[in-house]
């Protein structure tokens, strides 16, 4: 069982940064493959970003939608068992809730929804123009 707890959303003018943090609970964070999703009011929730679970001696693996490429980055810190966002050059389509996803080991495609076991509350990011 693993419990997610996002923070670090709010409201940022467009070109603005932010940091989302997703902290989890448990001792084997670093077998859960993490993702970001996000949802805007009216729209089916829809893939970020997401990072492989750590394998000894190899560099993490981590997968970026289209839409934000270049401007958002994901990373983890297994030490502090938390997954980071770091949204850069935000843009008024960014404004969505936000919301962290672990699943256990590998998953066969990281940009489904249904193939993660456990999400978190959300965090609201807000661009204005």
């Known amino acids: 069982q693993v419990q997610l707890v996002e923070s670090g959303g709010g409201l940022v003018q467009a070109g603005g940064s932010l940091r989302l943090s997703c902290a989890a609970s448990?001792?084997?964070?670093?077998?859960?493959?993490m993702g970001w999703f996000r949802q805007a009011p009216g729209k089916e929730r829809e893939f970020v970003a997401a990072?492989?679970?750590?394998?000894?001696?190899?560099?993490?693996?981590?997968y970026h939608a289209d839409s934000v490429k270049g401007r958002f980055t994901i990373s983890r810190d297994n030490d502090k068992n938390t997954v980071y966002l770091q949204m850069n050059s935000l843009k008024p389509e960014d404004t969505a809730a936000y919301y962290c996803?672990?699943?256990?080991?590998?998953?066969?495609?990281?940009?489904?929804?249904?193939?993660?076991?456990?999400w978190g509350q959300g965090t609201q990011v807000t661009v204005s123009l």
């Open positions: 448990g001792r084997t964070f670093s077998r859960y493959t």
């Open positions: 990072i492989s679970r750590n394998i000894i001696w190899t560099a993490d693996r981590t």
């Open positions: 996803a672990a699943a256990l080991g590998v998953i066969s495609d990281y940009r489904i929804s249904a193939a993660y076991e456990y």
